[in-house]
């Protein structure tokens, strides 16, 4: 093990990638799928191979600082879903080698946007293949964050105090500059491995049990702890697990919501208890008053359909906006059965805006949730609301509460500065593909789901379903590219570039 762990970061995830190949190949071969199981057996074999040359190649090599762990976690994104596509362009007749990338970019960095609008177009081990690609890049998030992120404060840690916090994290910082990040990814690996796949075996268990498939119910398992949103069925619509399901999904969504659910105390940072954890309480704040507002709106504007007045579509319209909101503020993207009941009892025929509002917003810091982060839109709050308690009292003094003194006196400037990049890179990609001849509605819609990494957010959001493979090769390119972007996040690409963070 200490062998492996000095060799290259990147190395060590084809090797991990090549073996993965291996389960959608016995996979095939049970249902006597020969072609898709040679498809990957062969893939899997000669990566293996090239893996094994290039780590007997590089065996002196040894990567001693964070930011060498950053290049290789950019080329994670970037490179390593070029070698994770060819058993699907192998296995999938008709799909070109670009569309084989996308899917896997797509499935890669957990954004779930899918060209086949119809799930039997493809095998049911290609959608194994597509699912734990999601699942692997979900994994890699988890433990890529507390380990390379955490100790240069990007990724979201930014926003919390290092210099003048509390005595932890000066502890954190300090370890983060003088430790080996390859004894980080071990030492938290460790720990958040075993969790990873204890918590995906329990949702799968509980899939099971509540009715589903069991191929359907490992899909969805893997799908809901990395958020990808992928579906070998086409969505929880047409699962039969129901409302039973569909509750047991709802509790695992905490893991995308904040990283205290998985990683308490793990990073030197997070020691309160999950009720006193600021993204936690935003969340619940947002999903409520949503929620509230989506049920309320049938007593005060859509009450004159009398056939929507019993007691059970109040039930079921307000389960299906529960789920519905929380699923696309942790940008996973499933819908509920009942997400039809819910728009006929608020009388919305397609509320989008909201959802693209949610997945904006996005997950907790450190978790496989995409989109602006908790944290960041928790600072800016705290920050406006201290505003306006000085233009009514401008001589008061702000509190300094416990929570309070954890975020940086910058903490909502560097959120701001974060969510400026976040809206110019909407802009940038809405223009790329505008220049496809994409429309302004659906540019942008796709240009948040790839941003995001929300990718059922084109079928849900729009006035009508957009497909993505209506969308011309070069768009698809622009989105991917747009799904690596918003996985790595823009800070992280930048520090890449900015010098003082290359020198010494």
Same mark, same amino acid.
């Given at each position: 093990?200490?062998?492996?762990?000095?060799?290259? @970061? @990147?190395?060590?995830?084809?090797?991990?990638?090549?073996?993965?190949?291996?389960?959608?190949?016995?996979?095939?071969?049970?249902?006597?799928?020969?072609?898709?199981?040679?498809?990957?057996?062969?893939?899997?074999?000669?990566?293996?191979?090239?893996?094994?040359?290039?780590?007997?190649?590089?065996?002196?090599?040894?990567?001693?600082?964070?930011?060498?762990?950053?290049?290789?976690?950019?080329?994670?994104?970037?490179?390593?879903?070029?070698?994770?596509?060819?058993?699907?362009?192998?296995?999938?007749?008709?799909?070109? @080698?670009?569309?084989?990338? @996308?899917?896997?970019?797509?499935?890669?960095?957990?954004?779930?946007?899918?060209?086949?609008?119809?799930?039997?177009?493809?095998?049911?081990?290609?959608?194994?293949?597509?699912?734990?690609?999601?699942?692997?890049?979900?994994?890699?998030?988890?433990?890529?964050?507390?380990? #390379?992120?955490?100790?240069?404060? #990007?990724?979201?840690?930014?926003?919390?105090?290092?210099?003048?916090?509390?005595?932890?994290?000066?502890?954190?910082?300090?370890?983060?500059?003088?430790?080996?990040?390859?004894?980080?990814?071990?030492?938290?690996?460790?720990?958040?491995?075993?969790?990873?796949?204890?918590?995906?075996?329990?949702?799968?268990?509980?899939?099971?049990?509540?009715?589903?498939?069991?191929?359907?119910?490992?899909?969805?398992?893997?799908?809901?702890?990395?958020?990808?949103?992928?579906?070998?069925?086409?969505?929880?619509?047409? &699962?039969?697990?129901?409302?039973?399901?569909?509750?047991?999904?709802?509790?695992?969504?905490?893991?995308?919501? &904040?990283?205290?659910?998985?990683?308490?105390?793990? &990073?030197?940072?997070?020691?309160?208890?999950?009720?006193?954890?600021?993204?936690?309480?935003?969340?619940?704040?947002?999903?409520?008053?949503?929620?509230?507002?989506?049920?309320?709106?049938?007593?005060?504007?859509?009450?004159?359909?009398?056939?929507?007045?019993?007691?059970?579509?109040?039930?079921?319209?307000?389960?299906?906006?529960?789920?519905?909101?929380?699923?696309?503020?942790?940008?996973?993207?499933?819908?509920?059965?009942?997400?039809?009941?819910?728009?006929?009892?608020?009388?919305?025929?397609?509320?989008?805006?909201?959802?693209?509002?949610?997945? =904006?917003?996005?997950?907790?810091?450190?978790?496989?949730?995409?989109?602006?982060?908790?944290?960041?839109?928790?600072?800016?709050?705290?920050?406006?609301?201290?505003?306006?308690?000085?233009?009514?009292?401008?001589?008061?003094?702000?509190?300094?509460?416990?929570?309070?003194?954890?975020?940086?006196?910058?903490?909502?400037?560097?959120?701001?500065?974060?969510?400026?990049?976040?809206? #110019?890179?909407?802009?940038?990609?809405?223009?790329?593909?505008?220049?496809?001849?994409?429309?302004?509605?659906?540019?942008?819609?796709?240009?948040?789901?790839? =941003?995001?990494?929300?990718?059922?957010?084109?079928?849900?959001?729009?006035?009508?379903?957009?497909?993505?493979?209506?969308?011309?090769?070069?768009?698809?390119?622009?989105?991917?590219?747009?799904?690596?972007?918003?996985?790595?996040?823009?800070?992280?690409?930048?520090?890449?570039?900015?010098?003082?963070?290359?020198?010494?």
């Amino acid at each position: 093990m200490h062998s492996l762990s000095q060799r290259p @970061f @990147f190395v060590l995830l084809m090797g991990l990638g090549a073996l993965a190949m291996v389960l959608p190949a016995i996979h095939a071969l049970s249902i006597d799928n020969h072609a898709v199981a040679r498809a990957f057996f062969y893939s899997a074999l000669l990566f293996f191979v090239l893996t094994l040359f290039i780590g007997l190649a590089t065996a002196g090599y040894k990567v001693a600082l964070s930011r060498g762990y950053l290049v290789s976690l950019l080329a994670a994104f970037l490179v390593l879903p070029i070698m994770l596509a060819v058993p699907m362009y192998e296995a999938v007749p008709d799909l070109t @080698f670009h569309e084989a990338w @996308f899917e896997s970019v797509s499935s890669f960095t957990t954004t779930g946007a899918t060209l086949f609008d119809n799930p039997q177009d493809l095998p049911s081990s290609v959608h194994l293949w597509r699912a734990l690609m999601g699942w692997l890049g979900g994994l890699l998030v988890w433990v890529s964050a507390i380990a #390379i992120l955490a100790p240069l404060n #990007i990724g979201g840690f930014e926003v919390r105090a290092v210099h003048g916090g509390s005595a932890s994290d000066r502890t954190f910082a300090q370890v983060g500059r003088v430790s080996d990040p390859s004894e980080r990814l071990l030492r938290f690996g460790a720990k958040l491995v075993p969790l990873y796949f204890a918590l995906t075996a329990l949702l799968w268990l509980g899939l099971t049990a509540s009715g589903e498939n069991a191929f359907v119910a490992l899909c969805h398992a893997m799908s809901v702890l990395a958020t990808s949103g992928i579906s070998p069925v086409g969505g929880l619509v047409f &699962s039969p697990a129901g409302f039973t399901g569909e509750f047991i999904i709802v509790i695992f969504f905490a893991f995308a919501l &904040s990283r205290v659910t998985f990683s308490r105390g793990l &990073s030197g940072q997070e020691t309160n208890p999950l009720r006193k954890d600021s993204e936690v309480r935003l969340a619940l704040m947002l999903i409520g008053a949503l929620v509230t507002v989506l049920f309320l709106r049938h007593g005060i504007i859509a009450f004159d359909d009398a056939a929507n007045n019993d007691i059970a579509s109040a039930a079921s319209a307000l389960w299906g906006a529960l789920f519905t909101v929380t699923s696309f503020l942790t940008t996973t993207g499933f819908e509920s059965a009942d997400w039809s009941s819910t728009r006929a009892w608020s009388g919305l025929s397609a509320p989008g805006l909201m959802l693209v509002g949610l997945s =904006l917003i996005g997950g907790g810091v450190a978790t496989t949730a995409g989109g602006i982060k908790l944290l960041r839109v928790y600072a800016l709050w705290k920050h406006g609301q201290r505003e306006i308690e000085r233009l009514i009292h401008p001589s008061s003094v702000g509190g300094a509460g416990a929570d309070a003194r954890r975020i940086r006196r910058q903490g909502a400037q560097i959120a701001w500065i974060f969510f400026m990049l976040f809206t #110019i890179s909407i802009a940038a990609v809405m223009v790329l593909l505008s220049f496809t001849g994409v429309q302004f509605e659906t540019s942008m819609v796709l240009a948040v789901s790839a =941003l995001s990494t929300t990718g059922p957010l084109a079928s849900v959001a729009a006035e009508t379903p957009i497909s993505y493979a209506g969308i011309p090769d070069f768009g698809k390119t622009v989105l991917a590219f747009a799904m690596v972007v918003g996985r790595l996040e823009a800070l992280a690409i930048i520090a890449l570039l900015n010098p003082e963070f290359w020198r010494q």
